[in-house]
C-alpha cells in the first residue's frame, strides 16, 4: 500500500520536480544548520537555515542572517545550492544519466520536459548537453573576469580570495540568485563598469531562458557555417547524405537545416520583451532616483548612468543591489514590484509570470480591444489553451502577491509598500528587499519561504503536482454569455 501511495504521488513529473526542490531544500537546511556551517562566533537556528536554504536553492537571495557569517563550508552549501536549484535538480540528474549510461529514460526525460519547459521531448538529450556547455561558458567566462577585477582592483587580498569570490558570484549570477558574499551586496562596486556590466550581462543571459539559449547556441556563426559546407555536394554530384526536403543527416541521424531557418515565436517574444524591459527598467530608476541623495543623487553622469542601468535590470529576478533599495522613493519601489512580478524568460533560472506570459496578456488586451477574432503575435495565432495559461497563472500569481502581502502586513504590522515589495520579490525569486526581511519574525519567515518555493516550482506545475487527478469531460454545458463590464 505504501509503495502504490508513492507511485502515485510520483506518477507525474510535475509532482517529481515538486519532491525535489523540497527534497534540495531539505538537504540544505540539515547541512546549514550543523555547527561547521557557521564561523565559530556565529549559530544559525533551524528557521534561519531553512530559510537561506529555501532562498538558494529557489535562486531568490533573500536572507535572514548575514551570509558573510556562513563558514568556507557554509558558503559552498549556499554555492551547491543555487548551482542545483538554478539548473534544475531534474536537469542535472538527467545530465549525469547522460554521462554515466549515455542515454535518458522516458521518466527522466518527462521530468527535465517539465522543469525546463521542452516542447520536443525527443530533443532531450542533445538540449541537455547544450544546456551544459552553455552553463559553463557563461559562468567560467564571467569568473574569469571577476577574478582579474577582483584581484587587480584590490577588492580581494590576493588570488585565491579573488578566484573564490568571483566563482562565486560568477554562479550566483548567472542563475539569478542575488546572493553576494560582501555584507553590502554589491553596493562596493556602483562605479565600477568592469564588475557591474559583466554581471548585468551574465543574469541577463541566465534570464533569457534555457530554451532559447539553446536556439541562439544552434545559431552561432560557426555552427551555422559548418553545417552549410557539410551540406554541400562535393565534386558536382549529389550528396548522398542527403534526405528528403534538401536536409542533410549528421552522424548522430539528425537532419541538420541547410539553410538558416526563420526564429521560433518563443525567441521572437522573449528577445522583443526582454528587449522592451531593459528600455523600460533603467530609464524609470533614472528618472525618478536621479536626484535622491540617499541613492542616485551624489553619484556624477556616469555614475548615475552606470547604478540606473544596473538597478533597472536587476528587478528581473536578478536580486543584486549597488544602492540601497530601503532609500529609493516609493514610485520607484512599485515600479520594481511590477517588474519583478513580470520576471524574465520562461525555462530560465527567473521566477515571475514571465516575458511570455506578459507578453501574451498584452496581446489579448490588444485584439479584444481592435474586435479580433484571434489572439495575434509576430503574424501567429495563439491558441485558446495558451490563453487560458496565461489568465490562469496570472490570477493565481496576483492572488499570491496580494494574500501575502495581507498577511505580512497583519502579522509582522508592515505597511503595504514594503509588505508587496518583499512579497514580489519572494515570488518572483528575485531576492531585492527593503531592509524587512530579517526583522520578521517567525510568521513572516514561513510565509515567505512557502512563497518562495512556489514561485520557483511555478504555479502551474505546482497546481499540477498537488493536483489528485485530471479528467478529460466527455460532454460540454450550452453556451451563455453573462453581463461583464
Not at 44 to 57: E, K, P, R, W
Request: hydrophobic share 50%; glycine share 12%.
Amino acid at each position: 500500500m505504501i509503495a502504490t501511495a508513492l507511485a502515485k504521488v510520483v506518477s507525474t513529473p510535475a509532482r517529481l520536480v515538486v519532491i525535489a526542490f523540497a527534497s534540495l531544500i531539505t538537504l540544505g537546511t540539515i547541512l546549514l544548520v550543523l555547527p561547521v556551517a557557521v564561523d565559530a562566533a556565529g549559530a544559525v537556528g533551524v528557521q534561519d537555515a531553512l530559510f537561506i536554504s529555501t532562498s538558494a536553492s529557489t535562486v531568490t537571495g533573500l536572507a535572514t542572517v548575514d551570509i558573510a557569517g556562513f563558514s568556507l563550508f557554509g558558503e559552498l552549501v549556499i554555492l551547491g545550492l543555487i548551482q542545483v536549484g538554478g539548473f534544475g535538480v531534474m536537469t542535472i540528474g538527467s545530465v549525469l544519466a547522460l554521462v554515466v549510461l549515455e542515454r535518458v529514460g522516458l521518466r527522466q526525460r518527462m521530468v527535465a520536459q517539465a522543469e525546463i519547459g521542452l516542447v520536443d521531448i525527443g530533443e532531450l538529450s542533445r538540449l541537455l548537453w547544450a544546456i551544459a556547455r552553455i552553463t559553463v561558458v557563461v559562468e567560467a567566462s564571467l569568473a574569469l573576469v571577476l577574478f582579474a577585477r577582483f584581484w587587480q582592483g584590490g577588492y580581494e587580498d590576493g588570488p585565491v580570495s579573488s578566484a573564490y569570490s568571483a566563482v562565486f558570484h560568477s554562479v550566483a549570477s548567472f542563475n539569478n540568485a542575488g546572493i553576494s558574499l560582501y555584507s553590502d551586496n554589491l553596493a562596493r562596486f556602483v562605479g565600477d563598469p568592469f564588475v557591474t556590466l559583466p554581471v548585468t550581462a551574465s543574469f541577463t543571459v541566465g534570464g533569457l531562458g534555457f530554451p532559447l539559449l539553446v536556439e541562439l547556441w544552434r545559431r552561432r556563426p560557426g555552427r551555422v557555417g559548418a553545417a552549410q559546407r557539410r551540406a554541400r555536394p562535393r565534386d558536382g554530384g549529389s550528396n548522398g547524405a542527403r534526405g528528403h526536403g534538401g536536409r542533410r543527416r549528421s552522424i548522430a541521424g539528425v537532419a541538420e537545416p541547410t539553410r538558416a531557418q526563420p526564429w521560433s515565436l518563443h525567441a521572437r517574444m522573449t528577445l522583443t520583451a526582454t528587449g522592451v524591459l531593459l528600455v523600460i527598467g533603467p530609464a524609470m530608476v533614472c528618472a525618478l532616483e536621479w536626484s535622491n541623495p540617499d541613492t542616485l543623487g551624489d553619484l556624477d553622469v556616469g555614475g548615475k548612468l552606470l547604478a540606473g542601468w544596473f538597478q533597472g535590470v536587476t528587478p528581473r529576478t536578478a536580486g543584486f543591489n549597488t544602492v540601497p533599495i530601503g532609500a529609493m522613493n516609493e514610485t520607484t519601489l512599485f515600479g520594481t514590484t511590477v517588474l519583478m512580478f513580470i520576471g524574465a524568460g520562461p525555462a530560465s533560472t527567473s521566477g515571475g509570470i514571465k516575458v511570455t506570459t506578459a507578453a501574451v496578456l498584452c496581446a489579448v488586451i490588444y485584439a479584444e480591444v481592435r474586435g479580433d477574432r484571434d489572439v495575434n503575435i509576430f503574424r501567429r495565432r495563439i491558441p485558446p489553451s495558451m490563453v487560458r495559461a496565461s489568465l490562469t497563472i496570472l490570477l493565481l500569481s496576483v492572488g499570491l502577491v496580494v494574500g501575502t502581502s495581507l498577511v505580512l502586513m497583519a502579522a509582522e504590522g508592515i505597511e503595504l509598500t514594503a509588505a508587496l515589495f518583499e512579497s514580489a520579490s519572494a515570488f518572483g525569486t528575485v531576492g531585492l528587499s527593503t531592509g524587512v526581511t530579517g526583522s520578521l519574525g517567525t510568521a513572516g519567515h514561513l510565509v515567505l519561504v512557502v512563497v518562495m518555493f512556489f514561485g520557483r516550482v511555478g504555479p502551474v506545475t505546482f497546481a499540477t503536482a498537488i493536483a489528485l487527478r485530471s479528467d478529460l469531460r466527455l460532454y460540454r454545458h450550452p453556451e451563455e454569455r453573462p453581463i461583464i463590464g
